[in-house]
C-alpha cells in the first residue's frame, strides 16, 4: 500500500479542518491505517502551524522507528525535517519541524518550559495504553492550553480509543474516525498447556504456525526478556533455517531495526517480542502472530514499598492488538495459546498506570508545576487518593516537600533531573558528597533492565556494566555522565555505593532477621526474603533497590551490602534517639524504653529513667481505644453502671463511644499500670458522662434496683440472659399481688425466688399465677426443711416480713 493509499488519507482532511475551527480533536485509526506517520507532516503546511509538531510516542523503540519512517517517506534521513528524542538516543538539527519523543521526556519538557514555546501542536500517539506519563502530559498540555496557549492543538489518537470519554476531557472535541483497511485475519485456538513451560508451549506453537503457514515472518508475544531469550535458545535448534530476532527494550538501536525490517537476503524471521510490539510498530513482512496470552507490568505495592512486576493475562483489548500484527499489511493469521471459550472471561482492556503505578513521580511533577489539587486537573481516571497519600509521604521523607505539601528547594532540583524522585535524590546528595558519576551510573542501572547481567548483586551488576563495550553499554554511561554534570558538585571525598543506594532508598535498608540470611527486616517495618544462593547471603546489612513479589514475601533482587561500621558511619543522619512505650501485657503495664533506631529497626535499646508521664497516659489511652473496655479494672459497680446505660440506650455510656472518647474521661485517670486506676474515681469519671436529664432518664429506664414490699432493696440484674432479673426471698413478697415491673413502659422483672436458705424455689414474670398455681407444691417440699419459717396457704394476704414465725409473732404484738 503506497503512502498516497493509506486509509489515514481519507480522513485527513476533516482532521485538518477540525484543528483549523478548534484547538482540539480525537482521531480513532485502525492499526496500519497509517496515523502515526502521516498526520504530523501533514500538520506542517497548516497556516496556524508555524512552528514544530511535537509526536508522544508510548516507548523508545516505536519514537525511533517512527520518525525514521516518517523520514523516509520524505526522502530524508532522520535528524533533518523530522527528528527524535528518546533518553539514549536522539537525532534532530536547527532544521527539525517534528520531533518524535517519549512520554516522559515530553512531561520533562513541559515543566521547563509550560508554553511551550516554538511548538504548534502535541499528538498523543497510542493514547489508549494509558501511561502514566501519557496521561500525566495530556493533563499538563490541557492547562498549559486553558491559562497560556489557547492556541496550542492537542490531537489524541489511537486505534482502540474510548474517543468520547477523551473529547469531553478535550472540552468537546470533535472526534474523527478512519475505517482503515481491513485485511481478513483468521484466529486459531491452540489452547493452553499448563504441563508445559511457557517456552516449551511457545516453541512448539511457534513450530506449528512455522510449517503450516509456509510464507511470511512470525511475530511472538512473550511477557518479558527472560521468557525472549529462553525460547530463542530452543528455536535455534528447532527451526534453524529460520532468522530468529530479539524486539524489546533492552535491544541496541540496530537489533531494533533488524526486527523491524525484512531481512535483506529475504530470510523468513521470527521475531520474539514483549508488549513493545503491540501498537505504533508495523513489523515489515510479518503475516503470523504467536501469542502467548502474558503480558508483565509494573506495580506500586504499598504494603512492600515496591514497584515489582507482575504477569497477568492480556487483555481482550491487548490481544487484539496482538492479532492485528498479522494483518497490516495484507491477510494474516494469529495463533493463541488459550481457548475460546476462556477468551471472555479475560479483562477488556489493561488498568490505567494511574491506578496501580508508584505516585511519587506524579505528585513531584504535580508539586513542580503548582497544581494545588491534583483533582481539578484533566484526567481520565483521578489519581487515587491512599496512592498519593503514600507518595506526598514518601517526598516529605526525602525532603521534596514541606509540611504543607509544597515543593523545596531541593524538591525543585529533584524535578529538574530526569529521573523519578528516589534517585533524583540519591544523585543530588550523592553529588554534595563528591560522588555524582558513580550514583548516576547506579540511577541508570536501577532504571534501565539488563545492564550488567541480572545478580541480586547491584556491585557486581555494576562492574560488569562498567566493563562492558557494547553500544548500549556505551551509550547508557554516557547518559549516566550527562546527569552527574545537570546534578551540583560538591567537594566532598566521594561515597561508597551502598551509601548512595541507601540514602535513595532508606525505608529499604535492611538488617538480616535469622541465622540463615534468607529473612530480612527494612528500615520501613517489611519484611524481605533474600534467594540462598545469592552472593549477598553473608550480608549483616544491605542497602535494597530492587524487590519483587508480595508484600509478604518480596525478594530482594537488587541489593549492595552494608557494614554496622558503615551504617553507623554513612546514615547517622537516620538513626534517631528516641523513647518508646511498649505494652507488657501478662504485667498490664507500660515498658518505657530509650532505642537508637534506624526506621524499624533496633541498633540499642534500654530502659528510660524519665518516661514522659502524658506519652505513658497517651499510650494507655490508645490501648483501650484499641482494645476495649475490658483493659480496665472497672469495679461491679460500674460494671452495672454500663450494662443498665446500654439496656437505657444511653450513647454515651456506649462501649464504641467510651472507647472513642477515651481522651476526654479516661485520660485525666491515667498512670503507668491500668490496675493503679483508682475504681471510685473511674466510676466518677463514668457518671460524669451523664448530664443531670440522662441520669433520670437512666434511672426511669433502667432503676438500679428493686424494693421489696418487706423493704429490702435487690439490684436487678441487666446481664441476665432471660432479661432483666432480681435474686429474693419469696417471704419478701407476702401480701403483693401484683407482678414487680420496671422501666417505662412497664415491663415485667424476672423474679428469681429463693427459700430462707438462698436455695432456688422459682423463677416467674407471674406472681399471682405463681402465688395461686405452683406455690402449693413448694410449701409441701420447703415447709419441712424450713418450718420456723411462714408458708401461709394464701401467702398475697399476709403480710411481708424475713423473720420467723415467732419472731413475726411477737413483732404483731
Not at 535528524?79 to 533518553?87: A, H, M
Not at 473529547?167 to 485485511?183: F, N, Q, R, T
Not at 558519576?437 to 541480586?456: F, I, K, T, Y
Not at 432456688?760 to 399471682?768: A, E, N, S
Request: overall charge neutral.
Amino acid at each position: 500500500m503506497s503512502r498516497s493509499t493509506l486509509p489515514i488519507h481519507a480522513v485527513l482532511p476533516d482532521l485538518l479542518a477540525a484543528l483549523r475551527a478548534r484547538a482540539a480533536a480525537v482521531l480513532i485509526a485502525p492499526p496500519g491505517a497509517g496515523k502515526t506517520t502521516a498526520v504530523a507532516p501533514a500538520l506542517l503546511a497548516e497556516p496556524w502551524c508555524t512552528g514544530s509538531v511535537i509526536v508522544l510516542s508510548p516507548r523508545r523503540v516505536a519514537a525511533r522507528a517512527a520518525a525514521e519512517r516518517m523520514a523516509e517517506l520524505m526522502g530524508e534521513a532522520a535528524g533533518e525535517t523530522i527528528g527524535y528524542l528518546t533518553r539514549l538516543d536522539s537525532k534532530r538539527s536547527a532544521r527539525t519541524r517534528v520531533l518524535v519523543m517519549t512520554e516522559a521526556i515530553f512531561v520533562a519538557t513541559i515543566l521547563k518550559d509550560p508554553e511551550l514555546s516554538g511548538v504548534s501542536a502535541v499528538l498523543f500517539d497510542e493514547a489508549h495504553e494509558r501511561h502514566l506519563d501519557s496521561d500525566l502530559g495530556l493533563a499538563l498540555a490541557v492547562e498549559s492550553q486553558q491559562v497560556l496557549r489557547d492556541d496550542l492543538r492537542l490531537v489524541v489518537m489511537s486505534a482502540t480509543l474510548d474517543g468520547q470519554r477523551f473529547a469531553a476531557l478535550l472540552d468537546g472535541a470533535p472526534v474523527i474516525e478512519s475505517e482503515g483497511k481491513a485485511w481478513p485475519l483468521a484466529i486459531r485456538w491452540l489452547g493452553a498447556r499448563p504441563e508445559l513451560r511457557l517456552d516449551d508451549a511457545m516453541a512448539s506453537a511457534i513450530a506449528t504456525a512455522w510449517r503450516e503457514q509456509g510464507e511470511g515472518d512470525l511475530l511472538a508475544f512473550l511477557p518479558g526478556v527472560g521468557e525472549i531469550e529462553r525460547l530463542r535458545e530452543k528455536l535455534v535448534q528447532r527451526l534453524p533455517q529460520a532468522l530468529v530476532l530479539p524486539l524489546h527494550g533492552q535491544c541496541d538501536p540496530a537489533a531494533q531495526r533488524a526486527a523491524i525490517r525484512r531481512d535483506p537476503e529475504g530470510r523468513r524471521r521470527i521475531v520474539l517480542a514483549t508488549a513493545i510490539a503491540e501498537t505504533s510498530l508495523t513489523l515489515d513482512g510479518v503475516s503470523i502472530v504467536v501469542d502467548a496470552g502474558l503480558s508483565r507490568r509494573a506495580e506500586f505495592d504499598k504494603a512492600a514499598g515496591v514497584t515489582r512486576l507482575v504477569t497477568h493475562r492480556a487483555s481482550q483489548a491487548s490481544a487484539a492488538q496482538r492479532a492485528g500484527r498479522a494483518a497490516r499489511q495484507g491477510p494474516g493469521v494469529a495463533y493463541r495459546l488459550w481457548e475460546e471459550a476462556a477468551h471472555a472471561g479475560r479483562p477488556a482492556f489493561e488498568p490505567p498506570e494511574i491506578l496501580v503505578s508508584d505516585l511519587a513521580p506524579l505528585a513531584l511533577t504535580l508539586a513542580q508545576w503548582g497544581a494545588g489539587d491534583a483533582a481539578a486537573m484533566a484526567w481520565l481516571d483521578p489519581p487515587p487518593p491512599p496512592a498519593m497519600a503514600a507518595a506526598h509521604a514518601l517526598l516529605l521523607s526525602l525532603g521534596a516537600l514541606d509540611e504543607g505539601g509544597r515543593i523545596t528547594p531541593h524538591g525543585s532540583a529533584m524535578a529538574a533531573l530526569p529521573l523519578e524522585p528516589r534517585l533524583a535524590h540519591m544523585l543530588l546528595h550523592a553529588a554534595r558528597h563528591g560522588a555524582a558519576g558513580d550514583a548516576a551510573a547506579l540511577a541508570l542501572l536501577l532504571q534501565e533492565r539488563g545492564l550488567g547481567g541480572r545478580s541480586d548483586d547491584l556491585h557486581l551488576r555494576f562492574d560488569t556494566w562498567q566493563r562492558d563495550r557494547s553500544p548500549r553499554a556505551q551509550a547508557s554511561r554516557k547518559l549516566a555522565e550527562r546527569w552527574a554534570r545537570q546534578a551540583p558538585q560538591g567537594s566532598g571525598d566521594g561515597l561508597p555505593l551502598a551509601a548512595i543506594l541507601a540514602e535513595g532508598f532508606p525505608d529499604l535498608i535492611a538488617r538480616r532477621r535469622d541465622p540463615s540470611g534468607e529473612l530480612w527486616l527494612t528500615a520501613g517495618g517489611r519484611g524481605l526474603r533474600l534467594d540462598p544462593a545469592s552472593p549477598l547471603i553473608r550480608a549483616e546489612w544491605l542497602a535494597v533497590g530492587e524487590a519483587q513479589g508480595e508484600a509478604r514475601g518480596a525478594r530482594i533482587t537488587g541489593a549492595i551490602a552494608l557494614t554496622e561500621a558503615e551504617v553507623t558511619r554513612w546514615l547517622g543522619h537516620r538513626i534517631e534517639r528516641a523513647s518508646t512505650l511498649r505494652w507488657v501485657a501478662e504485667e498490664r503495664r507500660v515498658e518505657a524504653l530509650l532505642e537508637q533506631r534506624l526506621g524499624a529497626i533496633v541498633l540499642a535499646r534500654g530502659s528510660d529513667p524519665n518516661p514522659d508521664p502524658a506519652a505513658i497516659a497517651r499510650f494507655l489511652a490508645d490501648k483501650v481505644r484499641a482494645e476495649g473496655l475490658g483493659l480496665l479494672p472497672l469495679s461491679p459497680a460500674s460494671r452495672a453502671l454500663l450494662t443498665r446505660a446500654a439496656h437505657a440506650g444511653l450513647a454515651a455510656l456506649a462501649e464504641e463511644a467510651l472507647q472513642a472518647e477515651v481522651g476526654d474521661w479516661l485520660l485525666p485517670l491515667l498512670g503507668r499500670r491500668l490496675d493503679d486506676l483508682p475504681r471510685g474515681k473511674l466510676h466518677e469519671a463514668l457518671l460524669a458522662r451523664l448530664d443531670h436529664a440522662q441520669r433520670q432518664q437512666l434511672d426511669a429506664l433502667a432503676p438500679p434496683s428493686f424494693r421489696s414490699p418487706a423493704g429490702t432493696s435487690h439490684e436487678i440484674d441487666y446481664a441476665d440472659p432471660g432479661g432483666p432479673s432480681v435474686e429474693v426471698r419469696v417471704q419478701a413478697l407476702f401480701g403483693l399481688d401484683r407482678h414487680p415491673t420496671y422501666g417505662k413502659p412497664p415491663q415485667p422483672l424476672l423474679l428469681k425466688l429463693t427459700d430462707p436458705g438462698g436455695k432456688p424455689l422459682q423463677t416467674t414474670r407471674d406472681l399471682p399465677g405463681f402465688w395461686r398455681g405452683s406455690w402449693r407444691d413448694v410449701v409441701k417440699d420447703a415447709k419441712g426443711r424450713y418450718p420456723k419459717h411462714r408458708w401461709p396457704d394464701q401467702p398475697w394476704t399476709e403480710d411481708p416480713s424475713l423473720k420467723t414465725k415467732n419472731a413475726f409473732e411477737r413483732q404483731r404484738k
